[in-house]
Every structure is written in structure tokens, then in C-alpha cells.
């Protein structure tokens, strides 16, 4: 866990976007901000307000949690979560071939 006066988030938040498809435009407009203010934040220039923050979160449809896992004593793989952010908007033949995936691994482990 990294000090707390050392929080950089934007890398994160640039993940998430791009995870997503957003451009910084769309990004920007969806959350009724600058597209230069969005830049900012992704380059740790700018810290995002909480209100910002949870336009984000909603957004994306994830918790304040994910954002911040770095600095946050919390067990558990954050990592895999960032990983399926966007699975609710794939095709339906995508989901069942990652579903398979996942399960075919799983499986070969016992």
C-alpha cells in the first residue's frame, strides 16, 4: 500500500476509460466535463472532486473501491476486476466464450 500523499489515480481512470471505448470527448461529455479537464486528470495534474468521482464510478458502473484499490487495504484480486470491466456490453457469443474460458481453466486446475 503506497502513503496516502502519493494517491495518483489518472492511469487507473485512463484504463478504465479505454477499457470502456471512450475517448476523452466522449468521456467528457458523459460526465459533463472538459475534455482538457478529463486529460488533466489523467495525467495527475488534476484531482477529481468526489461528485467527479462518482460520475465516473457510475459511469462505468463500478465502486469507488476499484479505483482506489492501490492504496486500499482490501483482499482480493482488483486486477481481475479491472480486467472485466465492458463484459455487460460484449456480444452475448462473447460472454459465453469467455464464460467457457473461464470455466475450462478453472476446471484444469483440480
Known amino acids: 500500500m503506497r502513503k ?4 495518483k489515480i489518472g492511469e487507473e481512470l485512463k484504463k478504465l476509460r479505454r477499457s470502456n471505448g471512450y475517448t476523452q470527448e466522449k468521456m467528457a461529455e458523459a460526465i459533463d466535463v472538459s ?3 478529463i486529460g488533466d486528470i489523467e495525467q495527475d495534474r488534476a484531482k477529481p ?16 473501491d476499484q479505483v482506489f484499490s492501490k492504496y486500499l487495504n482490501i483482499e482480493g484480486n ?5 480486467g472485466l470491466v465492458g463484459f455487460d ?9 469467455i464464460e ?3 470455466n475450462y481453466f478453472n476446471s484444469s486446475k483440480c
Open 4 to 7: 496516502a500523499s502519493t494517491i
Open 35 to 37: 475534455t482538457r479537464y
Open 49 to 64: 472532486s468526489y461528485e467527479i468521482l462518482i460520475r465516473i464510478c457510475n459511469l462505468y458502473n463500478i465502486s469507488l
Open 78 to 82: 482488483k486486477t481481475l476486476e479491472y
Open 89 to 97: 456490453s460484449l456480444s452475448d457469443e462473447d460472454k459465453l466464450t
Open 100 to 102: 467457457y474460458l473461464i
